[in-house]
């Protein structure tokens, strides 16, 4: 009995976790092409996500929920193009260009919400609630939600794998990887990393924009830390898929975001104060960073202790 009550209580919970790895993990996708195809660090992605929530509220508030999610994708566009114009044609890094946007955009947002922090779409019909509708009667009413956030995911999937086949997609490859030669053939890089930056921060505003929906309200601070989060999911996605081709990658970075979100159940289950789970991200991203340095290492100093054995 004692094992049914567990199971009851813990599977729900990795549901839950499933759902939001998945609409996280398209920010994770974001951030596979930006950060590991193009490598642009992009710190705007905090303020981008809560762009795409905002606007994905508004416009379903307005009785339009399958519009907003285009309509956060071009909010996201807009992100990524202002992001690339002050890194690519005013000479500002890349860093500072993203932390810029991020700070910029927390007053576009709230101005976007009405001048509120918090938007409340309890009685507003949503991508899930539709789908909720449309499956009912069915043996899938209650996977609703999972199913709106895999589709999405499995379409941002599709279509990244596709793009970056495409002439554009492997230009933007191109820059990623050498830029020096980029610059010194017909490339124009300028093109290709803002191309690069509008798709990226399109999946990002479009993840906000599901999870908005999903938690049925917009808060100013929905997207904080997810820059982090979604750096460390693509990094936990990396160790198990980093040197495969870009769909199976695409595939692991998603996985990775899945797996993020299990540890931040497990913590919460362990009872962790809820302040306490930045500095889990924060250890998580460590972890990641370091870890192929750390089995260098270990492998150094097991290889000098088997060194000395031998010697005696």
């Not at 069915?138 to 939600?145: D, G, I, K, L, N």
């Not at 789970?277 to 088997?306: C, E, T």
Request: with cysteine; charged share 10%.
């Amino acid at each position: 009995m004692e094992t049914e009550m567990g199971l009851q209580q813990i599977l729900p919970l990795i549901q839950t976790s499933v759902e939001l790895g998945l609409i996280t993990g398209l920010t994770v996708l974001a951030l596979f092409l930006s950060y590991s195809m193009l490598n642009v660090c992009d710190l705007s992605t905090d303020g981008c996500f809560t762009l795409g929530a905002a606007v994905g509220g508004i416009v379903a508030l307005a009785g339009q929920p399958w519009l907003s999610l285009p309509a956060a994708m071009c909010a996201g566009v807009l992100s990524g193009l202002l992001t690339a114009v002050l890194q690519t044609r005013m000479g500002i890094n890349s860093l500072l260009a993203g932390i810029i946007v991020n700070t910029g955009l927390y007053s576009v947002n709230i101005g976007i919400m009405g001048g509120s922090s918090q938007l409340n779409m309890n009685r507003t019909a949503t991508a899930f609630s539709l789908v909720k509708d449309a499956l009912k009667d069915t043996a899938f009413a209650s996977q609703y939600r999972i199913i709106v956030a895999a589709a999405a995911v499995a379409l941002v999937v599709i279509i990244l794998s596709l793009f970056l086949r495409t002439r554009l997609g492997l230009a933007i490859r191109a820059t990623g990887d050498n830029p020096a030669m980029v610059r010194s053939s017909s490339i124009n890089p300028v093109f290709t990393t803002t191309v690069g930056l509008c798709v990226s921060n399109a999946f990002t505003g479009l993840s906000g924009c599901l999870l908005g929906q999903y938690q049925k309200s917009v808060n100013i601070d929905i997207g904080s830390g997810m820059v982090t989060i979604a750096l460390a999911s693509l990094l936990i996605g990396g160790v198990f898929f980093g040197k495969r081709k870009i769909p199976v990658r695409a595939i692991g970075a998603v996985i990775g975001a899945i797996i993020f979100r299990l540890i931040y159940a497990a913590a919460l289950r362990l009872n962790m104060p809820t302040f306490m789970l930045k500095a889990v991200s924060s250890v998580i991203v460590i972890l990641a960073l370091s870890g192929p340095y750390l089995r260098r290492q270990g492998g150094d100093a097991f290889h000098r202790w088997q060194a000395r054995k031998e010697a005696e």
